[in-house]
């Protein structure tokens, strides 16, 4: 029988940018842009290599996606979040490769009427960056916004898909 409490990581590096992945046995949980010692970590993971069953081939995923050979991500989710914040990150989840949408447009699309802050928290709040394309979320006149690796990464991205314009900068 398995543990579905236990947490799994492994971590890599592409285009410089260090990248680790936590999954369980359900599929990823989340993905963080930095290389943390696992003493600094809340929770207490097995480190496992990213070529392992476990991490779901999500590591073969990034670097075609890093090297242009691939623009979707097929890995299975375990993510927590509020039914808000998953609703969010299911319109996120839906913006094509190489394509953008504003906070606002999100919000429409999921019938949100309240102030878009909290789409941009929901957005922020995503547990995993590049899989779930948060950094194809842009502010309303085209600019870029915060991104949780940084905005150095987040123009990376963008500038993989194609889609860095003079206005972005």
């Given at each position: 029988m398995k543990d579905e409490s236990i947490v799994f990581y492994a971590a890599a590096e592409y285009e410089a940018i260090p990248v680790?992945?936590?999954?369980?046995?359900n599929g990823i949980?989340?993905?963080?842009?930095?290389?943390?010692?696992?003493?600094?970590?809340?929770?207490?993971p097995l480190m496992l290599k990213p070529d392992d069953p476990l991490m779901f081939n999500v590591f073969?995923?990034?670097s075609d996606y890093f090297n242009m050979k691939s623009k979707e991500f097929s890995v299975p989710f375990d993510i927590v979040g509020t039914?808000?914040?998953?609703?969010?990150?299911?319109?996120?989840?839906?913006?094509?490769?190489?394509?953008?949408?504003?906070y606002k447009e999100i919000g429409e699309a999921i019938g949100y009427k309240g102030g878009f802050q909290a789409i941009g928290n929901a957005v922020?709040?995503?547990?995993?960056?590049i899989i779930i394309p948060c950094h194809r979320v842009l502010g309303?006149?085209?600019?870029?916004?915060?991104y949780s690796g940084g905005l150095h990464i987040k123009k990376k991205l963008l500038e993989i898909e194609g889609k860095l314009t003079p206005e972005l900068f």
């Open positions: 680790i992945v936590f999954s369980t046995h949980r989340k993905l963080i842009f930095k290389q943390l010692p696992p003493s600094r970590l809340k929770i207490n073969d995923q990034l039914a808000f914040q998953l609703n969010v990150w299911s319109e996120i989840n839906k913006i094509p490769f190489g394509e953008t949408k504003s922020g709040a995503n547990p995993l960056p309303h006149t085209g600019q870029l916004t915060g």
